[in-house]
């Protein structure tokens, strides 16, 4: 299994098949690490922080003060920082940052009407990058280049260990992006996550806490512009948005659209105590990467699976994770998803203008460019 290979590029799901037929359990040599790909291994491993633990120094791996975070430390650090991050989410102003942010849409989609555009540079992508500067309460960024330069080579870098020159400007991007986070955690805006943010609690833990701000602002840009494309793209390749009657996309619908295609493809632990997964023996040290992709196309879990219904109710898909590292967004994440891509369907017919061309990276699945027309129905 080549993850970066132009085939599993275009359509990794095959080659998950396989593996969770053939050997869910497995060596990829490569990585150094046990492959995952059974739904109930995957959410196990997610469950069991005291066996497979996020922090990767607890088996000698070094890892630098910058990729510190709530994604990448356990309890006691993961609950400090938990519990500085979640009040501020649920005290923030839902219902306005979401009419905001569909009101930015709405203009957005007013300079692209009747031609062809890119649904990711010329939608998603800037969308993303003001909803986010809303949800934080920050200024919009003045170097809107620099800043997706960054962002796009902090998610190439989690595919570093298939590609080690991907390391460094991940290092880079994640300094760039802490920058821009750090002094509001200081001078606190007036309104927003930032606002509610209380730097003092966290103790020796504030650089922490900084670079988990950052994870959350990098999470909120770069996987809810990649939801919108990989939602969009087999809404288009099933024909479902050029009719005269537009799906439906409430939660249930989305949440369907993750699991058949989701952002996040993969995420790794590190194994701190030998233990016994499947059939397959694991020794402390060793390193387990869990296929939320390949999970959520299980036939022991998924009527099927390789299906797109956007009405599959109950649906537990791994594609926000699961356990305590489960995504701190998902709510936000649904929420305005169905309301700004329902928004988009509800008024537009789209049709794909030409085959999109995928975004070289696995481990955060997405597109670099998609080409589609949008005409007012």
Known sequence: MDPLSAEMLADPYPTYRRLREEEPISRHEKLDAWIVTRHSDCARVLREPETYASDFRKIGDPVTPELL???????????????????????????????DTRSAAAKLLAEVEGRDFDFVTE???????????????????????????????????????????????????????????????????????????????????????VNSLRAIFVAGYSSSSAMFGNALQPLLEHGLLAGDTPPALDGTAFNELVRFNGAVQATSRAVVQDTVLGDRRLRR?????????????????????????????PNPHLGF?????????THLALRLATDVVGDFVRQYRVHAVRPP?????????????????????
């Not at 943010?197 to 833990?205: C, L, R």
């Not at 387990?288 to 022991?300: E, G, S, T």
Request: aromatic share 6%; with cysteine; hydrophobic share 40%.
């Open 285 to 313: 040290g060793e390193v387990v990467v869990v296929f939320l992709a390949a999970a959520n196309r299980d036939p022991d879990v998924f009527d099927a699976p390789e299906e797109l219904r956007l009405d599959r109710d």
């Open 69 to 99: 975070s709530v994604q990448t430390l356990d309890a006691p650090e993961h609950t400090v920082l938990r519990r500085a991050i979640l009040p501020a989410l649920r005290d923030l102003d839902l219902k306005r940052w979401v009419a």
């Open 357 to 377: 061309v995928q975004r070289p990276t696995a481990t955060m699945r997405g597109f670099d460019e998609l080409m589609v027309r949008a005409q007012r129905r």
């Open 321 to 329: 994770g699961r356990g305590v590292h489960s995504c701190l967004g």
């Open 123 to 209: 939608f998603a992508e800037p969308l993303a990058v003001e909803s986010m500067c809303e949800l934080f309460g920050l200024p919009f960024i003045d170097d809107v280049p620099r800043f997706r330069d960054a962002q796009r080579d902090l998610v190439l870098s989690m595919d570093a260990g298939l590609d080690a020159s991907r390391v460094e400007p991940g290092i880079r991007a994640r300094e760039y992006l802490s920058t821009l986070i750090e002094p509001w955690t200081t001078t606190h805006p007036d309104a927003g996550l930032l606002s509610g943010i209380d730097t003092g609690s966290v103790g020796e833990h504030r650089a922490e806490l």
